[in-house]
């Protein structure tokens, strides 16, 4: 993780230089803040990643001595496909759509099929061919 440290890192130098240049040259002082909260999250992250990283063995992808049959095997679980996110999205939609609209009532609809929409996305992997 030490190259994905690095990387944020530097996002979190180039953010605190452009910062200060773009508010005296724009005076603009909601963009200002955009960008030192972008500073601040890759700075949170880097720190994250570092901290992580000093704690893990080192990787074969940090490691230049490393051979490429060394990354061979099982990366991880994939979940399979899911209806689960396109309901939960639609029910956003639906909730904002309510709310642009003044319709409190299909709020109140959208949230509660909102809520059964990700109970079912967290659910997911407690019930039929995919249980663990």
Sequence with gaps: MKAETWMFASCS???VLVTPL???SSGDITGT???VMTFLLTTL???YLGFH???MQPRPEDRKDAEI???AGELGFFPPFSWWPLWCGLTLGLMTLAVGLHQWWLFIIGAALGVLALSGLVFE???GIHAH
């Design 53 to 55: 990283a000093s704690k």
């Design 13 to 15: 130098i180039f953010f």
């Design 69 to 71: 049959a060394e990354g």
């Design 22 to 24: 773009y508010y005296l």
């Design 33 to 35: 803040t955009a960008l």
């Design 125 to 127: 992997y407690y019930r």
């Design 45 to 47: 992250v880097a720190f």
